[in-house]
């Protein structure tokens, strides 16, 4: 009896090693559903500014976080021609406007917006291929000047769009 039970221990044992050792699971946590044997490489186009009104440092912010947001969440190749993948497109709109009035009838905040057209090519799979706009927006009180909250609200913007740009590209949300 004393034997048998052994064995059906050792047994047992052997048995979930080889269950678990057999097994694996792989989880992404940042969102990219990228098929790594056939999309090797990315090719992202600087974003020239086509807006009428302009704030000198967001081209080079956007152009440089774009680039970074899919370094960072992928294992693409970034090239300067023949992409597996192809993203450009232009700023095309940053502007402010009212968006609340306070009881006095004076602007209590304003509302600064930026918008990129995208251009969107898997040369992999066409079927994918867009052209889309992507809005960010901030919020600040009128009783601050623009110069004073624009960095940092340009920022937060230019990490929306990044986000949204990647999202609809390669994480297909």
Wanted: hydrophobic share 35%; glycine share 4%.
């Amino acid at each position: 009896m004393d034997w048998t039970s052994n064995i059906r221990r050792i047994w047992l044992c052997l048995t979930t090693v080889l269950l678990f050792s057999a097994c694996s699971v792989s989880y992404k946590f940042n969102g990219a559903s990228i098929d790594y044997t056939k999309t090797k490489t990315i090719q992202i186009a600087d974003f020239p500014i086509r807006s009428s009104y302009v704030w000198g440092p967001m081209g080079p912010m956007f152009n440089n976080q774009l680039k970074d947001e899919f370094a960072n969440h992928t294992r693409l190749e970034q090239v300067r021609r023949n992409g597996d993948l192809k993203i450009e497109g232009e700023i095309t709109q940053y502007q402010q406007r009212n968006k609340s009035v306070s009881a006095e009838g004076y602007s209590a905040q304003t509302e600064l917006s930026m918008t990129v057209n995208v251009r969107f090519t898997n040369n992999v799979n066409h079927k994918e291929d867009f052209e889309r706009q992507f809005t960010a927006t901030s919020t600040y009180e009128t009783t601050q000047s623009l110069n004073s909250v624009q960095e940092e609200l340009v920022t937060q913007m230019v990490k929306d769009l990044c986000e949204q740009i990647f999202n609809a590209t390669v994480a297909n949300w």
